[in-house]
């Protein structure tokens, strides 16, 4: 039969067709070198970040009292909060100081006592020096008396006595004399010790009663209430333990803030005072605020202990009539984005055809077929791209990335799992094992 011929021609055509594009898949697995070719063009390199709003002066808020006091805290305004001086900002309380100035007080009675007591004997030590003194020369008379009496009307032995008693007497008197003022500087010297025992007492009692006194915190000035975070980063709350003295908030003027703003080290890299900052309210991209950095920090530090990443923190002032047009608040979060470069026409190259070796910069430009090393000076480094002061110029044809096989991903996946449905297997391979037999024409006999 002459109509059989033509299934068979059909068949082989598309054998070969489907042997075309295997050929060409096998040839597309291998990706080209990709390219970039340099021209002078408008450069605006920049990092982006998120800050907060805080006032340029705050008045500092500490908790009352002195000495390190332990106190807690029984009640507090929330964070935010506006006042008015003289407003109850925070109400404490403080048993352990309650103990300890009845403990001084206990203490300070005892002293008394103690001075009381110490009198008394100094009194009756001195009452008997003299009563002793009082005989004593009641016994002096007597025996000068005899001493200067005729010889011839009385005894010898009599004599004797009564001049051996007046030698005698005379050196007890003296004798009482010294004790009775040993007794007054030494009772005077333990009166001292007492009273100043009883002084320091004074001024303990006088210390921890004022710190009593002082359990209230009381706005010194109008404001909206900032809290402080602690070596943890916890703020103030109600039940916590507080030491006098410590830093519990601040009251900041809202007339005069500035963007407090932390970058990561590797992006914030070539930033110094003066960069333009362009910033907004997080969720209002409209609110369009335009200032410059006042400050940046002179080291990155690790904000977090969970984190090794360190940020590099910087200020920016806000305008007076941004902040009233917008009616700004401290505490709120802005974005900001720090102009690093801004040039109509510069030349500047991708970060990732950058490689770095011993100071100096290099990228592999095209010479003809192959790429070469050419060492570039550059400028101001963003995230992204780098400004090029010399070294390159333009048209010239910079290696971003090597050729290679594409299909590399793809053969270490991991391959479909089986399953006795052909629809399914299908899916889970792309539709290739489906897509490969629907395109292979079935056999025709002749």
Known sequence: MTHRPAPRAASRCAALAVALALLSGCASDTAPAIV????????????RGEGELKSAKATPLNVPGRNWASRQLEW?????????????????????????????????QRNLLARAAKQGELATAQSKVAVDLAQVAVELGIAERYASADLSTMARNE?????????????????????????GVRGGAELAVLDAQRATFDLTAKARQSDLDALELRAPNDGVLMLSSNW??????????????????????????????????????????????????VGRPEQRIVSRL????????????????????????????????YRLVPGQ?????????????????????????????????REGGDFLRRPIRLGVRGPARSQVLSGLRDGDEVLLA??????????????????????????????????????TPQAVRP
Do not use: C, H
């Not at 935010?80 to 206990?106: H, M, N, Y």
């Not at 801004?342 to 592999?364: C, F, H, M, T």
């Not at 270490?412 to 052909?422: G, H, L």
């Open 36 to 47: 970039e070719t340099v021209a002078a063009a408008p450069l605006r390199l920049s990092v």
């Open 76 to 108: 507090m305004l929330p964070e935010g909060s506006a006042v008015r001086k003289g407003d109850l900002i925070a109400r404490f309380s403080a048993a352990q100081g309650q103990q300890e100035l009845s403990q001084t007080l206990i203490d300070l």
């Open 159 to 183: 004599v004797l006595d009564a001049v051996q008693d007046a030698s005698y007497l005379t050196a007890k008197r003296d004798t009482l004399e010294w004790q009775r003022g040993q007794a």
């Open 232 to 281: 943890s980063g916890d703020k103030p709350n109600v039940g916590a333990t507080l030491r006098a003295g410590f830093d519990y908030g601040s009251l900041p003027d809202a007339s005069a803030m500035e963007l407090e703003l932390s970058l990561p080290q590797i992006e914030a890299q070539g930033l110094q005072v003066g960069n333009a900052v362009e910033m907004f309210p």
């Open 294 to 325: 006042s400050w940046v920090a002179s080291a990155a530090k690790v904000r977090s202990q969970e984190s090794p990443v360190k940020y590099l923190t910087m200020k920016a002032p806000i305008p007076a009539e941004a902040i009233a047009r």
């Open 333 to 365: 979060r802005l974005e900001a984005r720090v102009i690093l470069f801004d040039s109509p026409k510069a030349l500047s190259v991708a970060n990732v055809a950058i490689d770095s070796d011993a100071g100096k910069d290099y990228v592999r430009v």
């Open 402 to 439: 090597e050729a290679g096989a594409i299909g590399a991903a793809a053969n270490t996946a991991e391959p479909p799992a089986e399953t006795d449905d052909p629809g399914q297997a299908a899916s889970a391979d792309g539709g290739k094992t489906a897509a490969a037999p629907a395109s």
